[in-house]
């Protein structure tokens, strides 16, 4: 079945680095690919989504692109800021109803 | 447009308890979602209701019921609770919108329970 595997954090960045975070799925066809991010104290939010291969997401300066030759989607930001700390959680869908989530990647950017 | 509302947002509860969260839509979405969240644990599926007058288990049902009240209301049951259920409770919903696909979920802010 469809499935994600995301890296593992926690993740530390200082201001304006460049962040990236992994996450590569399996699944049969293209389905679509989310990432939402959660910052402290909140439920999830959509950060960003791609609905079919060779897409390209962007939100908030984030940006993935749904890569079928590698099974990947990537978040990158080319500068973080400290309000970017949070955790992220990639996504695909199991079925209409369901979605997969990896494990989640907490970002904790510093002044 | 509030989206999902959740309530309460935080709950202690003693062993043996019941309580109900409750867990509102205003998108007018047909499928509607509970999670928990648990350190380590990443979320996992409680319950979900596909459309109104339906509603099947998810990844950890036990323990639970739910109640798809209307097309707006779900609402997660704990009959007696146990401290194995403290967690963080996540309503969500989805739904076809200005043509869409349905399978981008919005959530709630949650509901921190504590069960002593």
């Known amino acids: 079945g469809n499935s994600v595997t995301q890296m593992e954090g926690p993740v530390t960045l200082s201001e304006e680095a460049f962040l990236t975070i992994n996450c590569t799925y399996t699944a049969t066809g293209y389905p679509s690919l989310f990432w939402y991010v959660q910052y402290p104290g909140e439920g999830l939010q959509l950060l960003l989504k791609?609905?079919?291969?060779?897409d390209k997401g962007s939100n908030k300066g984030f940006e993935a692109t749904y890569r079928k030759e590698t099974t990947s989607f990537h978040l990158e930001k080319g500068s973080v800021q400290v309000s970017d700390s949070a955790v992220y959680f990639c996504?695909?869908?199991?079925?209409?109803?369901?979605?997969?989530f990896g494990a989640g990647t907490t970002v904790t950017v510093r002044a | 447009n509030a989206g999902v509302t959740q309530t309460p947002k935080f709950q202690v509860l003693k062993t043996g308890q019941s309580m109900t969260l409750q867990c509102a839509q205003d998108?007018?979405?047909?499928?509607m979602y509970w999670y928990r969240q648990d350190p380590g644990m990443g979320l996992r599926l409680i319950y979900y209701s596909a459309s109104e007058g339906t509603t099947d288990k998810g990844e950890v049902p036990n323990g639970y019921n739910v109640s798809r009240l209307n097309k707006r209301e779900f609402s997660l049951r704990l009959e007696s609770a146990a401290p194995s259920q403290t967690s963080v409770y996540f309503c969500?919903?989805?739904?076809?919108?200005?043509?869409?696909?349905?399978?981008?979920?919005?959530f709630g802010p949650g509901t921190r329970l504590t069960v002593l």
């Open positions: 998108m007018n979405h047909n499928s």
């Open positions: 996504a695909l869908p199991l079925n209409d109803y369901k979605l997969s």
């Open positions: 791609a609905t079919k291969a060779d």
């Open positions: 969500a919903s989805s739904g076809v919108s200005s043509g869409k696909r349905r399978d981008t979920q919005y």
